[in-house]
Nanobody
C-alpha cells in the first residue's frame, strides 16, 4: 500500500503565504505525476497544480503566478508554495500521486487525507 501525508495547511490573512508538503511512502516502485487538488464547501474537487515525472507543470488558471508546485524526486515529496492568497483559495487541499508499486503493476492514483487552508479577508 501507499500512503500520502500532507502538512502545512492553516489559517492565513489575505495576501499571505503558505507552503504545503506531501510525502508518499509505502510500496513504491516509481511515481508518475504528483499534484494538488482542492475542494471548497459544496463545490467539486478541482485541480490546482500537477508536476510530472518529467518535471512538466500544469496550473489552474486562477493560481498561475501565485502558486508554485515543486517536487523532490529523491524524497517522493511534492510541495505547493502559495503566495498572495485570496479568500477564494479557502478549501481542503488534497495531494495526489500516480504510483507504480512494482515493475509488473500498473500505475494507480492515491490520495492524501487533505489539509485545510483558510484565507481570511
Amino acid at each position: 500500500q501507499v500512503q500520502l501525508v500532507e502538512s502545512g495547511g492553516g489559517l492565513v490573512q489575505a495576501g499571505g503565504s503558505l507552503r504545503l508538503s506531501c510525502v508518499a511512502s509505502g510500496r513504491i516502485f516509481s511515481i508518475g505525476a504528483m499534484g494538488w487538488y482542492r475542494q471548497a464547501p459544496e463545490k467539486q474537487r478541482e485541480l490546482v497544480a500537477t508536476v510530472t515525472s518529467g518535471r512538466s507543470t500544469n496550473y489552474k488558471d486562477s493560481v498561475k503566478g501565485r502558486f508554485t508546485i515543486s517536487r523532490d524526486y529523491a524524497k517522493n515529496t511534492v510541495y505547493l508554495q502559495m503566495n498572495s492568497l485570496k479568500p477564494e483559495d479557502t478549501a481542503v487541499y488534497y495531494c495526489s500521486a500516480n504510483v507504480r508499486s512494482d515493475d509488473t503493476s500498473w500505475y494507480v492514483y492515491y490520495w492524501g487525507q487533505g489539509t485545510q487552508v483558510t484565507v481570511s479577508s
